[in-house]
């Protein structure tokens, strides 16, 4: 850390106290006669006071960075319809400061200010969680990738002062954006909370109050700030911090159970109200993994017992949405690395396309026992039954002038580099290298540091697959002396729990063919493949374009791995209506999709447990208009895929993709049986 910076953190540290001091100071002056509005900690009746008038709180988490901008209303809506009164929302701020340029955005569905508007119109308070650390199944938990290579040695959520740093110049930017929002100021937020399950991560209360003097100075001493942790004694002991109100979170318990968590919760916050800051009506997925499913009857029961104690409720998560692009995270499980789907489905009451489901209408039942609900029910909303979207290929992956494509600089270095060393945050990175000596025949291909998971070629000619999540990590080939290895490394999602969220992405420094370490590589950083500039580049293509770098039978030994397919579709007229639908890829085994060069996600159907793509309509160009699928498959495409087929006379008509009104989340999967994670998110 350079002189400069340190004298901007310590500087803001102190103007954060100093303020926070002379706020203190005035604050026993004003009392409940002020006409602007209120909301606080009544310690005496261990509830809240809005305006002065108790109050209890029954939240839903929706998080505006799964959905699109043009979602929200409805999505609000239907939130308030259940009952809620306050909704909740995690900031991501590796979405929102995407480099460490101090260049932000806050366009399209990152408008959080927009989305809190929204929830104001339809009534409905907002209780925030600016982490910076959020878990959410995302990649790093939410934290910017950059911060691995700012300082490699950088201790995450911790008061290390490097990045604290770049937190306080984080919390500088987004705060006083968010101060006109609280709700003494006449905005619908109501609380905030400070970091994210601490306790389950570390005990360095430096930093967490630190976060909460940067809180205060921005947001001043009104605003009710607390935090949330695992209900276990020992987490809410490192994660409850002082002049923050400690809460706990726990999901559908017997009710005993529930009187044993919120003790916990007792016993840091002796008076004030009851808080369940995550209550789960569903699970996390992971691939390769049963779908998680919570039944609504345990959903209501737990509900209802927490309410009628006066308890104040968070259902986490109300809707879940999806995880769009590169952006889901990963859990260790056992050790073993498990990187969660596409889909944020969770069997939460809104489905990931915003239906109101069976759940959704009874946790209504139980709210409506306790404070009047609106009388009118949200409908499931038609889906398209589009049909098949004729593909054809693009481009395999060794043609160079794709490889060119975006921009990323090939770069030589005698061991591999890992995506952090080279800048590259998200997606893939390819690395080839010459063999220079004799290997054996065959030779043993080993990668013990991988992460997470690297498709192999020889000479452009596909051999396997190595995998962390199977832990497989070498691989028989046939590789001569002069032949070129390529390992395509995939990024699955960086860990968002624990002590690994700080690992980087690539192949290892030590790559060995037989007993021999592989040098002198060649490296192609290809990162997030620019869905835009591909889409592009493949509507300018000649439409009978076949790579003349890869032989017919190349192409057929290789069956579609590491291939790009488009295709044009447009809706039919249906009076100009747009309708969500769901993307199947039946055939395909493993990749990305990308509409109208927007990255809907990995799919994966050959594991599950989600088999469709959910296509938010918003995404869609109305009739007359084309629609432009990509598919980049990684590993084997349908046969009818292969441009080899056609040149050989075959029919192309079976290379599509079929855009169905049924969402399929629940596939049967590899492994029986997900073990319970010992994790909140
Ligand atoms: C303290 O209170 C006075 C009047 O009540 C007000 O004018 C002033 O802005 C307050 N100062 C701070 C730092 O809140
Ligand atoms: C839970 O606590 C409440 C009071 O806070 C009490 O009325 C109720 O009987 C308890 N339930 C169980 C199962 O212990
Ligand atoms: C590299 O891998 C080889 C074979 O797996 C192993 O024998 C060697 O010790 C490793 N070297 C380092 C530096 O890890
Ligand atoms: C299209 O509009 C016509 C006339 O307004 C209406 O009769 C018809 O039902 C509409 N069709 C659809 C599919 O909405
Ligand atoms: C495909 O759609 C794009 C717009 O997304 C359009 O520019 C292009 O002409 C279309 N190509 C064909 C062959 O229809
Ligand atoms: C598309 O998927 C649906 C199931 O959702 C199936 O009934 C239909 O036959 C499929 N269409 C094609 C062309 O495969």
Redesign the pocket.
Known sequence: MNIFKMSVYFLTLLFAILIAFVKASNETQSGPSSNHPTFEIDYKGNRFLKDGKKFQYVSGSIHYFRSTEEQWEDLLQKCRLAGLNTISTYVAWNLHQPTSEEKFNYEGNLNLFKFIEIAQKNNLLVILRPGPYIDSERDMGGLPVWLLWEKPDMKLRTSDLEYSYFVSRWFDELLPKLQPYLYENGGPIIMVQVENEYGSYACDKEYTGFLRDVIRFHLGQNVVLFSTDGAADGMVKCGSVPEVYPTVDFGTESPASINSSFAVQRKYAPSGPLINSEFYPGWIDHWQKPHSKVSTEAVTTALDAMLAIGGNVNIYIFHGGTSFGFTNGANIDGGMYDPSPTSYDFDAPLSEAGDPTEKYFGIKKVIAKYMPVPKENPSVSPKGAY??VSLKKLTGLFLPEFLTLFGGIRTHSTLPKSFEELQVAYGFVLYQVKVNFVPSDPAVLTAKQLKDRAYIYVDHEFQGILSRQESIYSIPIMARKGQTISLLVENQGRVCYGSQINENRGPGTNVTLGSNVLRNWEIFPLGELDGKKLTKYSLGLKSNLIDNYESPLTEMKNRGSGSFYVGNFTLPSLNGSVLDTFV?L?GFNKGMVWINGFNLGRYWPVVGPQVTLYLPAPLLKPHPASNTFLVFELERAPDACLASISLLGGDNGGC?I?L?D?HVLDLPTPFKTSKPLFKKN
């Open positions: 049909g098949k199947r039946d599509f079929n169905t049924i």
